[in-house]
């Protein structure tokens, strides 16, 4: 039986389109589901090819916004940080991927196990001894088949400065090569040093050394530190951020907006954003006000912007209630910021030391995701994991 003209026209059509070179192209980049994505990937060898064009993943992967899967809880005075999956119901995406995941460290004992930085689908962590500096560092992609997902980077250098490394950081930005960086850095009175060490084959290079004589001590540098666009910010105690440029191997300083100062381990906190943007998280009392500022801008007059004012206790007084407190009894809420996510989309609270809730910034959504041990009076750092699309499609 002949097909109609009609339809054999239009299957030459469709031919001509499923088949073209570019046309593929456009159409996958324009799909708004992951998983048709991938799907479309796996049709044929031809369609495979234009999923995994540079191109093509870079136009979808900017229609696509990043999906929390969980929380790394990093204790400072547990050995083993713990992986908190936060599954959406309403994504399929997100329960598959935690259901084929590996997020934690069951079966590793080499010690203390601390985890610094997770990004781009990839986990930072390193293993020592009690609190001394760390002796190896790996890098976990927990997405990827089993095997494969675990790089480990040569021994450190050593260092004789005060609580090294400072910090170490995956790369913010997708076209660096660099694996990761570390970052010791010291303060005698208003003299500040750093250096910071990137791995090469079997050993670690110095990428960058500064020192410089700042106008005013930092008192305290903070553990509080993000890379953005080849600058390391770091909270300090003195109630300014520093700024390490790594590229000109220089020191700024950074005010703080006005009535922002620091008050405790948590009342501040930085945020890094897409085009340059720095945002800062402070708490006062009940109040969370989120601030933002242009860092590509290097003009003196350059000035930070309110952009978010939450009442903590018309937010989370709820939560409040259901563990006992009474804020509405004219009680002090004692908040801390404990993790946040890129532009300041979501935050991460501490309260009383008792309980973590996640709240949503645009919608103002809340929920309580994790409760500490009474008899745990650590500090604690929440690390979002945030799964980025597409994924890696094999040659």
């Known amino acids: 039986m002949m097909p109609s003209p009609q339809f054999a026209e239009d299957e030459t059509s469709a031919s001509k389109v499923l088949m073209s070179e570019g046309l593929v192209g456009e159409i996958l980049q324009r ?9 479309a990937a796996l049709t044929s060898k031809h369609w495979l090819c234009n999923a995994a064009n540079k191109v093509v993943i870079h136009n979808f992967r900017s229609r696509q916004l990043p999906l929390l899967l969980g929380i790394y809880i990093c204790n400072d005075g547990s050995s083993q940080p713990e992986f908190m999956p936060l599954p959406d119901a309403s994504c399929p995406e997100v329960t598959t991927a935690l259901r084929h995941g590996n997020f934690g ?5 080499m010690g203390y196990l ?3 930085d997770c990004r781009n689908d990839r986990v930072l962590y390193g293993f020592g001894k009690s609190f001394n500096p760390i002796l ?3 890098i976990r992609t927990p997405l990827r088949h089993p095997g494969e997902d675990t790089v480990l980077l040569p ?25 990761c960086y570390r970052l010791d850095i010291d303060n005698k009175g208003q003299i500040v040093y750093a250096m910071v060490f990137v791995p ?22 903070l553990k509080m530190t993000i890379l953005m666009r080849g600058k390391i910010y770091m909270l300090t105690m003195a109630g300014y951020i520093l700024a390490l440029d790594l590229r000109k191997e220089s ?37 969370l006000t989120v601030w933002l500022r242009r860092m590509d801008d290097e003009s003196p007059t350059t000035m930070w912007a309110l952009r978010d ?13 259901e563990q006992g407190g009474e804020p509405a009894n004219g009680e002090e809420v004692v908040a801390s910021v404990v993790g946040v996510g890129d532009n300041a989309d979501f935050v991460f609270l501490e309260f009383d030391e008792t309980f973590i809730v996640y709240m949503h910034l645009k919608s103002r959504k809340v929920k309580k995701v994790y409760e500490r041990d009474p008899d745990d009076d650590f500090l604690i750092r929440v690390l979002p994991f945030m799964m980025e699309w597409p994924i890696i499609f094999p040659n």
Not at 200 to 217: D, E, G, I, K, P
Request: proline share 5%.
């Open 200 to 221: 090469q084959a079997s050993s670690w290079a110095v990428h960058c050394f500064a020192l410089s004589n700042l106008a005013r001590s930092p008192v305290k540098i």
């Open 309 to 321: 004012t939450i009442s903590l206790l018309k937010t989370c007084g709820h939560l409040i209630i």
């Open 114 to 116: 601390s985890v610094w």
């Open 31 to 39: 799909l708004h589901c992951r998983i048709c994505f991938v799907s």
């Open 136 to 138: 190896s560092v790996a």
């Open 105 to 109: 460290f069951d079966g590793m004992d």
């Open 155 to 179: 021994p450190q250098p050593s260092t004789t400065w005060r609580e090294c490394p400072h910090s170490m950081l995956l790369p913010d930005e997708e076209d660096d090569k660099i694996s």
């Open 251 to 287: 020191f700024s300083i950074i005010d703080l907006p006005k009535g922002v100062e620091f008050e405790y381990s948590g009342n501040l906190f930085l945020c890094r954003g897409d085009n340059s943007v720095l945002y800062l998280f402070h708490v006062k009392g009940e109040k």
